[in-house]
């Protein structure tokens, strides 16, 4: 019998909650293995020692990096057309993950980062949602009537940002990137990648996902 896919994951983690939703919308099943950041498994620290989730470990092949885990699931099936997306898709993840996620730590984790003005942080935050919202101002998705892979993998970024302080967000001139992210946030979607599951333990059942 072969063997599934693993994928190591973290639910709250923005990263592994892009994965998840790729792996979702692929129909791409996997042995889904939970971890605590503070307590990692041994047998999950030798498939990537760098000791960040997501990882996927199919056979051979362990792949490290979310974006990669998201092309991974969706180059093998892709029934919702996430990868049919221009190449500004792939320009606007890079922009979310480089100087949006900087600003965005900055403004969390403040207290770790004092040589760092948090307003100008969070001001520095704002320049990418605002291309967002006059993106999303104009269509439901960040390129067009249907979801991409850009929308799916900045979602979770946007929402770990307004969730910094979601009374300071939503009072922001942002409207349409707060509508996307409320409709996001209420969706069996998200409600799916967000269940709760134990911390993996050798020798438990295998955890089906999705």
Not at 29 to 50: G, N, T, Y
Not at 142 to 159: C, E, H, K, Q, Y
Request: hydrophobic content about 45%.
């Amino acid at each position: 019998m072969a063997h599934l896919p693993i994928l190591w994951t973290f639910r709250r983690c923005p990263y592994a909650m892009r994965a998840r939703l790729a792996i979702q919308s692929s129909g791409q099943q996997v042995a889904l293995q939970e971890i605590l950041l503070k307590d990692k498994p041994a047998s999950f620290l030798a498939a990537s020692p760098k000791g960040t989730v997501p990882v996927v470990v199919d056979g051979d092949t362990v792949i490290e990096e979310s974006r990669d885990v998201m092309l991974w699931a969706l180059n093998r099936n892709d029934p919702e057309g996430w990868l049919d997306m221009p190449p500004e898709g792939y320009a606007l993840i890079d922009t979310c993950d480089g100087p949006f996620k900087q600003a965005l730590d900055h403004t969390k984790y403040a207290v770790r980062f004092p040589e760092k003005d948090e307003a100008s942080e969070r001001a520095k935050a704002m320049l990418f949602l605002r291309d967002l919202d006059t993106r999303l101002a104009a269509t439901p998705f960040l390129f067009g009537d249907r979801r991409t892979m850009a929308d799916m993998a900045i979602l979770p970024f946007v929402r770990q940002f307004a969730n910094t302080d979601r009374a300071w967000f939503d009072a922001q001139d942002i409207r349409y990137v707060i509508r996307w992210l409320d409709a996001f946030l209420q969706s069996d979607r998200f409600r799916v990648i967000m269940t709760k599951y134990p911390p993996w333990q050798a020798g438990q059942d295998e955890v089906l996902f999705p």
